[in-house]
């Protein structure tokens, strides 16, 4: 090969070598080739590539064209591994000024973040349009909003009278605008050996606080109806202040059921930790448990679900600080027959007058419900992995998925488990949101999260029940009030006051206007599967001839927004029509404060419409009364 010394160029591999060896070889600003001990590779003319023990290559180039400059920042091995890289070291005489420069230009940008939440809401996106449609309603009758007892309600119960009305009141009280008016209560029954007075277990130090729940049995089949008495007194008082829905579910057979002797799950948190032979046990458990509570608390239990997350994988003694029991999709669907029969043999059955037609089955698709898992995608493949229950009329479903901004996979599985159910005898009627919480990790957007939450589950997923986790727990993420002590906090008996927290307004929101009985509505924005800019919660009351609009703004800018009411929608007899707002906007702190009414206007058309100002990282709830809906 002889190329033109003029029009070509040679491209040489060699093996790395010192510099001072380079002889003649054509070389950039004086540098080092090498590079991380890789070959070195360089430019020279035809005439100077004369080594037999090279490989040459010979390429097309312009004879101007230059070796690639390296990068004089990049540290060479032995740079490398001595750590006298160039860019530290010629930033040495001014190395503290540019860390300066570095932290001013962070702080720089957790400040505009900050500001841009705080001060978005005077930034207004233009005017958006939401469209209610008075026909075909995705719920026709919403069952309410609850919350589970366990395990505040051990707490709580053990508080003196008057403190215990404090927080009562404020979750359950009916007949109170302060209260978050919850008219559902799930009852936990307990299987564990129980606590002291300051919620630690009694036997084991794994357990979280107030989380060992005493079981009612003993192992000599012997009851202790006294065992928890602090969950029942809350309960009896919950119904007191108005609750008419309750559920009783498990976390777990009681501790001598169990294959690892404790109800935090097995050693190996993929294996069941019931033992088969004590199926029919722990069914007559639930079932004497349900009907005590009948007899002698004055409760009726509308609901029994007998696991908790059955599935997950993760009840294990060694990381679990509470209650939990793994059940494989077949076993559960196993246990359901001998449940059945032991609710049958505790005359459980209703007492229905000679007329009515209500049979046993019917009865039963109603009462039994599964599985209490922790996300849609969970519970189907629990369905198709053979966990279907004949004749199972409720399904409890967990919303962390949700809080993980996993709007579009939820919404998926949801559509699946439709399809799933609709192909079988018995199919779920009922689909209740049992468990979500710990919102509070989204700092200012805390509020917009659990608003958007319970929007996307009671459109998207059809809930026709929604349940908080925790009302009251020593997290911060969790909790939805805090209690302040006012003398000592160790001793659960003496005063304190309780505070509702940010989460406890945005919750009200909802729970103060969309009422059960009330008819959830499209619109059109229910439909859509992703993360929402403003999401829309629309409900009616056909008794009381009132609409409730509740609108997340999850933005971190003002929207201006309209609500155009479709042509089913009409003032009742010609009566002037009145809305009002109210608001949580925690950047300012609206806490459900009244703000200013919506503008109302109706058309030539005579369709009705309201036009408001969603500030950033809010919930604001319209109520429009004397409205009759097609």
Request: net charge neutral; aromatic share 12%; hydrophobic share 45%.
């Given at each position: 090969?002889n190329?033109?010394?003029?029009s070509?160029?040679?491209?040489?591999?060699?093996?790395r070598h010192?510099?001072?060896?380079?002889?003649?070889?054509?070389?950039?600003?004086?540098?080092n080739?090498?590079y991380?001990?890789?070959p070195?590779?360089?430019?020279?003319?035809?005439?100077?590539?004369?080594?037999?023990s090279?490989?040459?290559m010979s390429?097309?180039?312009?004879p101007?064209?230059?070796r690639?400059?390296?990068n004089?920042?990049?540290p060479?091995?032995?740079?490398?591994?001595?750590?006298?890289?160039?860019?530290?070291?010629?930033?040495?005489?001014?190395?503290?000024?540019?860390?300066l420069?570095?932290l001013?230009?962070?702080?720089?940008?957790?400040?505009s973040?900050?500001?841009?939440?705080?001060?978005?809401?005077?930034?207004m996106?233009?005017?958006?349009?939401t469209?209610?449609?008075?026909?075909r309603?995705i719920?026709?009758?919403f069952?309410?909003w609850?919350?589970?007892?366990?395990?505040?309600?051990e707490?709580?119960?053990r508080?003196?009278?008057?403190?215990r009305?404090q927080?009562?009141?404020?979750?359950?009280?009916?007949?109170?605008?302060?209260?978050?008016?919850?008219n559902?209560?799930?009852?936990?029954?307990?299987?564990?050996?129980g606590?002291?007075?300051?919620?630690?277990?009694v036997?084991?130090?794994?357990f979280r606080?107030?989380?060992?729940?005493?079981?009612?049995?003993?192992?000599?089949?012997t009851?202790?109806?006294?065992?928890?008495?602090?969950?029942?007194?809350?309960?009896?008082e919950a119904?007191?202040?108005?609750?008419?829905?309750?559920e009783?579910?498990?976390n777990?057979?009681?501790?001598?059921?169990t294959?690892?002797?404790?109800t935090?799950?097995?050693?190996?948190?993929?294996?069941?930790?019931?033992?088969?032979?004590?199926?029919?046990a722990?069914?007559?458990?639930?079932?004497?448990?349900?009907?005590?509570?009948?007899?002698?608390?004055?409760i009726t239990?509308?609901?029994l679900?007998?696991?908790?997350?059955?599935?997950?994988?993760?009840?294990?003694?060694?990381?679990?600080?509470?209650?939990g029991?793994?059940?494989?999709?077949?076993?559960?669907?196993?246990?359901?027959?001998?449940?059945?029969d032991?609710?049958r043999?505790?005359?459980?059955l209703?007492r229905?007058k000679?007329?009515?037609y209500?049979?046993?089955?019917?009865w039963?698709?109603?009462?039994?419900?599964a599985?209490?898992?922790?996300?849609m995608?969970?519970?189907?493949?629990?369905?198709?992995?053979?966990?279907?229950i004949?004749?199972?009329?409720?399904?409890?479903?967990?919303?962390y998925?949700?809080?993980?901004?996993?709007?579009?996979?939820?919404?998926?599985?949801?559509?699946?488990?439709?399809?799933f159910?609709?192909?079988?005898a018995?199919s779920?009627?009922?689909l209740?949101?049992?468990?979500?919480?710990?919102?509070?990790?989204?700092?200012?957007?805390?509020?917009?999260?659990l608003?958007a939450?319970?929007t996307?589950?009671?459109?998207?997923l059809?809930?026709?029940?929604?349940?908080y986790?925790?009302?009251?727990?020593?997290?911060?993420?969790w909790?939805?009030m805090?209690?302040?002590?006012?003398?000592?906090?160790?001793?659960?008996?003496?005063?304190?006051?309780?505070?509702?927290?940010?989460?406890?307004?945005?919750?009200q929101?909802f729970t103060?206007?969309?009422?059960?009985?009330?008819?959830?509505?499209?619109s059109?924005?229910?439909g859509?599967?992703?993360?929402?800019d403003?999401c829309?919660?629309?409900?009616?009351?056909?008794?009381?001839?009132r609409?409730?609009?509740v609108?997340?703004?999850?933005?971190?800018?003002?929207?201006?927004?309209?609500?155009?009411?479709?042509?089913?929608?009409?003032?009742?007899?010609?009566?002037?029509?009145?809305?009002?707002?109210?608001?949580?906007?925690?950047?300012?702190?609206?806490?459900?404060?009244r703000?200013?009414?919506?503008?109302?206007?109706?058309?030539t058309?005579?369709?009705?419409?309201?036009r408001?100002v969603?500030?950033a990282?809010?919930i604001?709830?319209?109520?429009v009364s004397?409205?009759?809906?097609?």
């Amino acid at each position: 090969m002889n190329p033109h010394v003029d029009s070509h160029v040679v491209c040489v591999l060699a093996p790395r070598h010192n510099d001072a060896d380079d002889g003649d070889v054509a070389k950039s600003n004086g540098e080092n080739d090498g590079y991380f001990g890789f070959p070195r590779v360089f430019w020279t003319r035809a005439r100077q590539a004369s080594a037999s023990s090279m490989v040459a290559m010979s390429v097309q180039a312009s004879p101007v064209l230059r070796r690639p400059k390296r990068n004089p920042m990049r540290p060479s091995a032995s740079q490398k591994w001595t750590g006298q890289h160039p860019w530290w070291t010629a930033l040495a005489p001014d190395r503290d000024r540019v860390l300066l420069k570095i932290l001013q230009l962070m702080a720089a940008v957790v400040i505009s973040i900050g500001l841009a939440a705080r001060f978005g809401q005077y930034y207004m996106i233009p005017s958006q349009e939401t469209l209610i449609f008075s026909s075909r309603p995705i719920t026709s009758r919403f069952s309410g909003w609850g919350t589970s007892l366990a395990w505040w309600a051990e707490f709580v119960g053990r508080t003196s009278p008057e403190m215990r009305a404090q927080i009562l009141d404020l979750v359950f009280d009916q007949s109170s605008n302060a209260s978050l008016k919850l008219n559902i209560v799930r009852f936990n029954i307990g299987g564990s050996t129980g606590m002291n007075r300051h919620g630690e277990s009694v036997d084991d130090e794994g357990f979280r606080s107030w989380g060992a729940i005493p079981s009612f049995i003993m192992p000599d089949g012997t009851y202790n109806w006294n065992a928890d008495t602090a969950q029942v007194v809350v309960l009896q008082e919950a119904k007191a202040r108005g609750a008419n829905v309750f559920e009783a579910f498990s976390n777990s057979p009681p501790w001598w059921m169990t294959v690892s002797n404790t109800t935090r799950g097995a050693y190996y948190g993929t294996i069941d930790n019931i033992r088969p032979e004590n199926y029919p046990a722990f069914a007559e458990y639930l079932a004497t448990v349900v009907a005590h509570a009948r007899d002698a608390w004055g409760i009726t239990f509308d609901y029994l679900e007998p696991f908790n997350e059955p599935n997950s994988g993760w009840w294990k003694p060694e990381v679990s600080s509470q209650e939990g029991c793994e059940w494989s999709a077949k076993s559960q669907a196993a246990f359901i027959p001998f449940l059945v029969d032991a609710v049958r043999k505790a005359g459980l059955l209703p007492r229905l007058k000679a007329s009515q037609y209500y049979s046993y089955l019917q009865w039963m698709a109603e009462f039994v419900t599964a599985s209490d898992i922790w996300s849609m995608e969970s519970i189907v493949r629990n369905l198709q992995n053979g966990g279907w229950i004949e004749g199972v009329g409720k399904i409890n479903v967990h919303g962390y998925a949700f809080i993980i901004g996993m709007f579009e996979i939820t919404a998926m599985w949801w559509n699946s488990l439709r399809d799933f159910v609709s192909d079988r005898a018995g199919s779920a009627q009922e689909l209740w949101m049992s468990e979500a919480g710990g919102f509070n990790d989204n700092g200012v957007r805390s509020a917009a999260t659990l608003g958007a939450t319970i929007t996307q589950d009671l459109n998207i997923l059809r809930a026709s029940a929604w349940a908080y986790w925790q009302i009251l727990d020593s997290s911060d993420a969790w909790t939805l009030m805090k209690i302040e002590p006012a003398w000592v906090w160790w001793a659960p008996s003496y005063p304190f006051r309780v505070v509702p927290g940010p989460m406890f307004y945005a919750m009200q929101q909802f729970t103060s206007h969309v009422r059960p009985g009330d008819a959830i509505l499209r619109s059109s924005r229910s439909g859509f599967l992703g993360t929402c800019d403003v999401c829309v919660l629309a409900a009616y009351s056909s008794s009381d001839q009132r609409l409730t609009l509740v609108a997340t703004n999850t933005d971190a800018v003002a929207r201006a927004h309209r609500f155009l009411l479709d042509d089913g929608f009409a003032s009742v007899d010609g009566r002037q029509v009145i809305a009002e707002a109210m608001r949580t906007n925690t950047l300012v702190g609206e806490l459900f404060a009244r703000v200013d009414a919506p503008a109302l206007d109706q058309g030539t058309d005579r369709r009705l419409s309201l036009r408001t100002v969603l500030p950033a990282l809010s919930i604001t709830t319209l109520v429009v009364s004397g409205v009759r809906a097609a």
